[in-house]
């Protein structure tokens, strides 16, 4: 197989993973077993060790000398600490999405909560494509490609964690409305009551997380 190919089916087989990573089928602490994966896969243990090598750099899954790769994990600590990282980026794009934001950009970020609300009316709890499609259009919203950067590898390893959690529905509906709030903040060119609302925001998410991981 050619570098070019190999390459491109790294690409494809990390896309697939990160699925699996971010939808919950591959929890947190799981080892990678590359011998099963590429048997499921149907590949070779080249291009699916660049995948896992790419989503290694991406924090998604952890490096164990003489263990291979796990899926990253994290104890309430480390959950709080990802979002006193994750607050202080997400208030702030939230901040420049308002005062930079355009039609077109309103429109993406209604039209994003406009999907997440259909979904989850039509009997779904948590998706977390939905999520990451709201947060990541008002990331684009900001322009402001550095903190883009930082924020989308939290937002997914956030993601990660908190896919195999139970998520309840009362908890999706005031994140639907917390969405919908910061969107309207955005296209009304308030930047701070964006980004309070973000902050509040993330807090319910973060008191939710530390309450599962904790039993509390």
Do not use: Y
Not at 35 to 46: F, H, K, Q
């Amino acid at each position: 197989m050619s570098g070019t190919l190999q390459r491109g089916l790294a690409v494809q087989i990390a896309e697939v993973l990160r699925e699996r990573l971010l939808g919950g089928h591959l929890r947190p602490g799981t080892r990678i077993n590359e011998v099963v994966l590429a048997r499921e896969l149907g590949t070779s243990r080249g291009p699916l060790r660049e995948a896992v090598r790419q989503l290694v750099s991406e924090g998604l899954l952890v490096h164990n000398p003489n263990r291979g790769a796990t899926v990253f994990a994290a104890g309430p600590d480390d959950v709080r600490a990802l979002f006193e990282l994750r607050t202080a980026l997400e208030t702030a794009s939230a901040r420049l999405a308002a005062e930079r934001r355009d039609d077109k950009d309103v429109a993406a970020l209604r039209s994003a909560c406009a999907r997440a609300r259909k979904t989850i009316q039509g009997g779904r709890r948590f998706v977390h494509r939905l999520d990451l499609d709201f947060h990541r259009t008002l990331t684009e919203t900001a322009r402001s490609p550095r903190v883009a950067e930082q924020l989308w590898r939290v937002q997914q390893q956030i993601i990660l964690l908190r896919s195999p959690m139970d998520v309840p529905a009362a908890h999706t509906a005031d994140s639907l409305d917390a969405h919908e709030e910061i969107t309207a903040a955005v296209a009304d060119g308030d930047g701070d009551r964006a980004t309070a609302l973000m902050d509040l925001h993330l807090g319910r998410v973060l008191a939710h997380m530390t309450a599962s991981l904790t039993g509390s």
